[in-house]
């Protein structure tokens, strides 16, 4: 048996006030809101009423509040919460909170994620699904908005996309260490209740960068990572 010391607990004496509802004002129910604390200290939660509107308990400190999912989402780079068919448009929003103090009006629009854009990755070179690729395929345009956009991982060569309608800008991301890189971005347009197909083309990374890492008398660094 280890001792661990003694775990501190910090009283929830404040609240953060709201309402979320879809961008016509129709008001959302059972939408998750969340708080993290930028320093990385804390995290906490609360659903939506049936009115939309929402009281979240949080310790004194500074606070991101956001609406899941974020446009990118817990459900992983901006997905729809696990059986949602809205997305949001707003980022974060920075409340300060003092001892039992309450912060009103801390509001949030969803956008209904009525269509999907599916597609898959292909090599340039041999026109073949590439179906040992992980990645990241992503949209941005109409919910741009400095937020890093909607998307979904890629598995076994293809995605899938939950997203509003309108026209956006695909992309794929990948790892570093990759053995492809992307080729191009390609412009998509969706409508409502329709998928569309979409091929995103990527070729083998034949080709090594070396670089020497020197300090300022030109003496070359070791064992730094990078």
């Known amino acids: 048996t280890k001792d661990l010391g003694t775990l501190k607990l910090i009283k929830k004496t404040s609240h953060i006030k709201g309402k979320v509802t879809e961008t016509n004002g129709l008001a959302l129910a059972n939408k998750m809101v969340s708080a993290f604390s930028p320093s990385g200290g804390g995290f906490s939660m609360t659903r939506t009423a049936a009115d939309g509107t929402y009281d979240l308990l949080a310790p004194v400190g500074s606070w991101m509040v956001m609406v899941e999912p974020p446009g990118a989402g817990r459900q992983g780079g901006g997905q729809p919460e696990q059986g949602s068919t809205y997305v949001s448009n707003d980022p974060p929003q920075r409340i300060e909170l003092a001892a039992n103090q309450t912060v009103e009006n801390v509001n949030f629009k969803l956008t209904q994620a009525n269509a999907t854009v599916s597609g898959t990755v292909v090599d340039e070179s041999t026109n073949q699904v590439v179906t040992t690729l992980f990645g990241w ?28 309608a309108g026209t956006y800008t695909l992309f794929l991301g990948l ?52």
């Open 137 to 164: 395929a992503g949209v941005k345009g109409e919910l741009g908005k400095g937020m890093t956009g909607l998307g979904g991982s890629v598995q076994n060569g293809s995605f899938t996309i939950q997203a509003p």
């Open 175 to 226: 790892p570093p260490g990759s053995e492809y890189n992307p080729v191009a971005t390609v412009s998509v347009t969706v409508a409502a209740n329709q998928t569309p197909q979409a091929t995103l083309n990527v070729k083998k990374a034949n080709e090594t960068i070396n670089v020497k890492l020197v300090d300022d008398t030109n003496t070359q660094i070791t064992g730094i990572d990078g």
